[in-house]
């Protein structure tokens, strides 16, 4: 008996399902299969780019022209994923040629604004991105939506001094797909390839930053910037109301005691590692995703982690003694947490799912 | 791969599930964690990330090379954490949740000592010598420690100590691409010392099961290895190096071999997905480089075909593969 069948008849002897074992239906391809597509994509409209640059070299000079063909390429990508059924390389051919036209039109809103580090040009790409995702039926090409929308945020944000706020937005909007009510998980199709955007998103966010940052590309504004530490709050609140939330969901009242210890060592992990936003990006990742039970969200966490602690050490925030500090004192607090956790659950067995 | 949870969602999708009935299908189907399997995730979770954080504190401490601190207390900090971590390797025992967590934990603080001893005694030793000693001198916890972690940071010990032995080896031989990454010579090494240990793996997994039969400690190495390879063919095709040509031949062995492991022996989608992006990705640059060179628009767009072409059917052969996967038992 395949799995399954095993989960359908599991399901069945529970009186929640009836009937034969439905057909196989959807697609339901392993990440790592979509992870291919999904580079193989990017490679493709490239060279369709590079294509489009060359044949209609002329005609783009004029920005509206390239945004108009850009727009014209994606409708048409559209509409080829509506129809395109199980017709894998339609799909492709699709997903290619779209992300092409998104890059024609991403060149002619940047050349009509003629500066780059204006919020305008970001956010109209972010605002066309949403569109697409809402549109566009298939999961690589919501992912990689998801993905653009996100970079395009952060570059608005960047663009008004806001920079700081960015990893809490992303956060914020991670935990805004996890919704636990029906609705939300009956719209998987669109909320399971945002929510992937959006840790590809941030994980992809601290390298990258070092990088411009690096490049000088991030210092070139002229407007003051808002306080990290405003940043780091705003962080923390998102965690603490994804644990919240997570409470809430398991029916775990927040005044009792497994609730409070919850909440309570959610501040004080958000407190002690505020100087490390990646390992608080990593571990809201971890805990909503193995309440999903999502595990390629967990081991995207997991990557996420491992890098926090490779970057914090080349960061030149704080000298290495004060990170080696903040590293040891948030190992304790954690190691601390733990045994909270066996304390509060081995006295309230019964107490739910914190 | 089996997700329960994508099932579930599809059959609520096609409306052979109500909806009213969705939160009582994930509990049932396990894809709702319980309060003991939140408990044993939470444990494990803050088991493994403490023990990490707290170790990489004690590299960040040695690497600021505090001052005010003289040799032997810092020799006693690490010696101690050294010593407090192996013991509780020994009283919970080398198995146990924390045990292993601490044995990881001593593995890394092997390396943070030997730093320190070259810290202080301004040894002049390379680091390859580093990495090679460190390797060297954790191989018996490593073995007797049975985790595929502990296996992994070994052979990434090894890795590094290769590439930094090139490095220093063949410094006359750099050339761009050496420059940023590694000689060739160091990653042909690599190459096949990863190859090694992937083969030993899968036939000792075969042979014995048990703790080997892990797939992802395989996946991480089978990784590594194709993304070397498929480098330095790129590096062939880009002519980064003037003797270019001749890893045509080992690259094409290597996609024999994991078609025969992973297809035909034991059934591995990951590996293969890996193995068909890199194919991609090779054609990509073959048939690109001398288009780049003449510019020919319409050759763009017949490599960007070829591409949307490959990349659909290794994902109709993958997908052939899954459903095949899905319907046996």
Redesign the interface.
């Known amino acids: 008996?395949?799995?399954?069948a095993q989960?359908w008849e599991?399901?069945a002897s529970?009186g929640?399902?009836h009937?034969p074992l439905?057909a196989?239906?959807?697609?339901?391809?392993?990440w790592?299969?979509r992870?291919?597509?999904g580079?193989?994509?990017w490679?493709?409209?490239i060279?369709?780019l590079?294509?489009l640059g060359?044949?209609l070299s002329d005609v783009l000079r004029h920005a509206t022209a390239a945004i108009v063909i850009g727009a014209v390429i994606c409708s048409a990508a559209i509409v080829m994923l509506r129809i395109a059924g199980a017709n894998?390389?339609v799909?492709?051919?699709a997903v290619?040629a779209s992300l092409a036209g998104q890059g024609l039109i991403a060149f002619g809103l940047l050349e009509q604004w003629s500066d780059w580090l204006d919020a305008g040009p970001w956010i109209a790409i972010a605002a066309i991105e949403i569109v697409l995702i809402a549109l566009a039926r298939d999961y690589l090409h919501r992912v990689l939506s998801t993905l653009v929308a996100a970079v395009a945020v952060c570059l608005a944000l960047r663009a008004i001094g806001w920079m700081t706020l960015a990893p809490a937005l992303l956060a914020a909007a991670f935990v805004a797909t996890q919704g636990n009510d029906?609705r939300s998980?009956?719209r998987?199709?669109v909320w399971s390839p945002v929510a992937t955007g959006l840790v590809l998103a941030m994980l992809l966010y601290f390298p990258f930053t070092a990088v411009w940052y690096e490049s000088g590309f991030m210092r070139s504004t002229q407007i003051a910037d808002l306080p990290p530490w405003l940043g780091a709050a705003a962080l923390a609140l998102v965690f603490v109301a994804a644990i919240a939330r997570l409470l809430a969901d398991?029916s775990v009242a927040w005044t009792s005691r497994p609730g409070i210890a919850a909440l309570l060592a959610g501040v004080v992990v958000a407190l002690v590692a505020w100087p490390i936003p990646g390992?608080i990006i990593a571990?809201l990742v971890?805990l909503l995703a193995?309440?999903?039970?999502?595990r390629v969200l967990m081991g995207m966490a997991i990557l996420a982690?491992l890098y926090a602690?490779g970057h914090y050490?080349y960061s030149l925030q704080s000298?290495?003694?004060v990170?080696?500090?903040a590293?040891?004192a948030?190992?304790?607090v954690?190691?601390g947490?733990?045994f909270l956790?066996?304390l509060v659950?081995l006295r309230e067995?019964?107490?739910?799912?914190? | 791969m089996h997700d329960a949870r994508a099932e579930v969602l599809q059959w609520v999708k096609d409306g052979v599930l109500p909806r009213e009935r969705l939160h009582d299908a994930l509990h049932t189907a396990g894809v709702t964690p319980s309060a003991v399997q939140w408990r044993e995730f939470l444990e494990r979770l803050l088991t493994w990330l403490g023990a990490a954080l707290i170790a990489a504190a004690a590299v960040y401490f040695v690497a600021a090379n505090w001052q005010a601190l003289g040799r032997y207390a810092k020799f006693a900090l690490v010696e101690g954490a050294l010593v407090v971590a192996l013991a509780c390797v020994w009283w919970r025992g080398i198995d146990s949740l924390a045990g292993r967590a601490a044995l990881v934990g001593a593995a890394i603080l092997t390396g943070v000592l030997l730093a320190l001893v070259g810290q202080v005694y301004q040894t002049g030793a390379d680091t390859f010598e580093l990495f090679a000693l460190w390797a060297a001198a954790i191989t018996v916890w490593v073995a007797a420690g049975r985790q595929p972690a502990l296996w992994l940071l070994w052979l990434a010990l090894l890795d590094i100590a290769v590439v930094f032995y090139f490095r220093v080896a063949a410094v006359s031989a750099f050339g761009v691409a050496d420059f940023l990454f590694a000689p060739r010579e160091g990653l042909w090494t690599v190459f096949a010392l990863d190859v090694a240990a992937l083969v030993v793996w899968e036939w000792l997994a075969t042979r014995n099961g048990g703790w080997l039969a892990v797939r992802w400690a395989p996946r991480v190495v089978a990784t590594v290895s194709g993304a070397i390879i498929t480098y330095l063919v790129l590096d062939d095709i880009l002519g980064f190096n003037h003797r270019r040509g001749w890893s045509w031949l080992p690259y094409i062995a290597w996609i024999a071999a994991l078609y025969w492991a992973y297809r035909l022996r034991i059934r591995d989608l990951f590996v293969l997905s890996g193995m068909v992006l890199s194919v991609i990705i090779v054609v990509a640059f073959a048939l690109g480089r001398p288009i780049l060179q003449h510019a020919d628009a319409e050759g763009f767009l017949i490599v960007g075909v070829i591409l949307i072409a490959c990349a659909a059917a290794g994902s109709y052969w993958l997908r052939s593969i899954a459903a095949d996967e899905r319907s046996s038992p």
Do not use: C, N, W
């Open positions: 008996m395949t799995l399954r989960l599991r399901l529970a929640i399902t009937g439905p196989d239906t959807g697609d339901r391809s392993p790592y299969v992870a291919m597509l580079i193989a994509a490679l493709a409209a060279f369709l590079v294509f060359l044949v894998i390389f799909v492709q051919l290619a029906v998980l009956a998987s199709a398991a390992i571990l971890l193995f309440a999903a039970s999502q982690l602690l050490y000298p290495l003694l990170k080696a500090a590293l040891f948030t190992g304790v954690l190691m947490a733990r956790v066996r659950v067995p019964e107490a739910g799912h914190a």
